[in-house]
């Protein structure tokens, strides 16, 4: 199986991309979410979440499959196509965060499971928890932050 290339976003014209593969990777593990606000947050991806970070782009034969976006030391969103899943993408988008971003932290919806999972196998542990996620919704989140690798 082919590893993923990371690049960096090429911008506005790819945000149509990007919006469909949040769909379907939200489709896919937030089963929690209502449907009126997961409409009013895709809406909002391209206009005020995507300018607001640094966005990585997974490919796999040339194609996107993944991204994620990064403010700072703090991983702002993970998204990888529902069809490529398990395949090693989000492993490498956060490997990718990690290493040459300098991410440390990361927020989690509580109901994602597979996601919270996710960080815990790759080294973030839980800091905190907020009852509401950043724009007011029932949604609580879980503040997780990355351990720091034991020293030798």
Same mark, same amino acid.
């Given at each position: 199986?082919?590893?993923?290339?990371?690049?960096?976003?090429?911008?506005? +014209?790819?945000?149509?991309?990007?919006?469909?593969?949040?769909?379907?990777?939200? +489709?896919?593990?937030?089963?929690?979410?209502?449907?009126?606000?997961? @409409?009013?947050?895709?809406?909002?991806?391209?206009?005020?979440?995507?300018?607001?970070?640094?966005?990585?782009?997974?490919?796999?034969?040339?194609?996107?499959?993944?991204?994620?976006?990064?403010?700072?030391?703090?991983?702002?969103?993970?998204?990888? +196509?529902? @069809?490529?899943?398990?395949?090693?993408?989000?492993?490498?988008?956060? @490997?990718?965060?990690?290493?040459?971003?300098?991410?440390?932290?990361?927020?989690?919806?509580?109901?994602?499971?597979?996601?919270?999972?996710?960080?815990?196998?790759?080294?973030?542990?839980?800091?905190?928890?907020?009852?509401?996620?950043? @724009?007011?919704?029932?949604?609580?989140?879980?503040?997780?932050?990355?351990?720091?690798?034991?020293?030798?």
């Amino acid at each position: 199986m082919a590893e993923p290339t990371i690049r960096e976003s090429t911008g506005a +014209d790819e945000f149509p991309v990007l919006v469909r593969i949040w769909r379907s990777a939200v +489709d896919a593990t937030h089963d929690f979410l209502d449907p009126r606000d997961r @409409a009013e947050i895709e809406e909002r991806l391209p206009v005020e979440h995507f300018p607001q970070v640094r966005i990585s782009v997974a490919e796999l034969g040339g194609a996107p499959v993944g991204f994620a976006g990064t403010s700072g030391t703090s991983l702002e969103m993970l998204f990888v +196509d529902a @069809a490529h899943r398990g395949r090693g993408v989000g492993r490498a988008l956060l @490997a990718h965060a990690v290493a040459e971003l300098g991410v440390t932290s990361v927020d989690v919806n509580e109901q994602n499971e597979q996601a919270v999972g996710f960080y815990l196998r790759h080294g973030f542990v839980v800091t905190g928890r907020s009852e509401l996620d950043d @724009a007011g919704r029932p949604y609580p989140l879980l503040r997780m932050s990355r351990r720091e690798p034991p020293r030798t």
